[in-house]
């Protein structure tokens, strides 16, 4: 974490385990238990019910904060739900708020609805692919949207979408939208 990294979530990934940390030198980080907190499991509790935990409304109004208050998906200055991008297997046990926060996105209520069926479409269109063809895609990507702008990665895959657009107009496009190292 001396050297980049998102301190705000590794912060909030130990509390929401019980912990929190102090940074010493780069060769030393001290961890230590909350004051406090309920390290109480919800074990065959209902999903409802672990959403009126006071450790999940903590998580879910960090989300609503880190988003600037407004939907990350439309923009909209509306009420916001804290939307789980994904689950581990349920082997892993992990309560609602033992997520990073890069797990989560601030939606409204429509596009909450909306992107639900937006991330089932996706795992139906992953399925087709191998471990290694997905861990490839994921990689392209990765590291197209870190040497470029999220605006023209966007677009770029736009005309790539379209059939007839000249393959120098894509390219075109990626290049103006290159960050600047």
Same mark, same amino acid.
């Given at each position: 974490?001396?050297?980049?990294?998102?301190?705000?979530?590794?912060?909030?990934?130990?509390?929401?385990?019980?912990?929190?940390? =102090?940074?010493?030198?780069?060769?030393?980080?001290? @961890?230590?238990?909350?004051?406090?907190?309920?390290?109480?499991?919800?074990?065959?509790?209902?999903?409802? #019910?672990?959403?009126?935990?006071?450790?999940?409304?903590?998580?879910?109004?960090?989300?609503?904060?880190?988003?600037?208050?407004?939907?990350?998906?439309? #923009?909209?200055?509306?009420?916001? =739900?804290?939307?789980?991008?994904?689950?581990?297997?349920?082997?892993?046990?992990? &309560?609602?708020?033992?997520?990073?926060?890069?797990?989560?996105?601030?939606?409204?209520?429509?596009?909450?609805?909306?992107? &639900?069926?937006? &991330? @089932? #479409?996706?795992?139906?269109?992953?399925?087709?692919?191998?471990?290694?063809?997905?861990?490839?895609?994921?990689?392209?990507?990765?590291?197209?949207?870190?040497?470029?702008?999220?605006?023209?990665?966007? &677009?770029?895959?736009?005309? @790539?979408?379209?059939?007839?657009?000249?393959?120098?107009? @894509?390219?075109?496009?990626?290049?103006?939208?290159?960050?600047?190292?």
């Amino acid at each position: 974490m001396n050297y980049g990294g998102d301190q705000e979530e590794f912060d909030d990934l130990l509390q929401s385990f019980g912990f929190y940390g =102090e940074l010493g030198h780069a060769w030393s980080l001290g @961890i230590y238990p909350l004051p406090d907190y309920d390290y109480s499991r919800l074990a065959g509790q209902s999903y409802a #019910r672990k959403m009126q935990d006071p450790r999940w409304r903590a998580k879910a109004d960090t989300v609503k904060r880190r988003a600037g208050h407004v939907c990350q998906d439309c #923009r909209e200055d509306a009420p916001l =739900e804290a939307h789980h991008c994904y689950y581990t297997s349920l082997r892993s046990q992990r &309560e609602p708020w033992e997520y990073p926060l890069s797990a989560f996105r601030a939606l409204c209520r429509p596009c909450h609805r909306a992107r &639900e069926r937006s &991330e @089932i #479409r996706m795992r139906a269109f992953v399925a087709r692919l191998s471990r290694d063809e997905m861990d490839m895609l994921r990689t392209t990507l990765d590291s197209l949207f870190v040497g470029h702008t999220e605006a023209s990665v966007m &677009e770029a895959l736009r005309l @790539i979408g379209d059939r007839d657009a000249p393959s120098d107009a @894509i390219r075109a496009m990626l290049k103006a939208g290159r960050r600047r190292q």
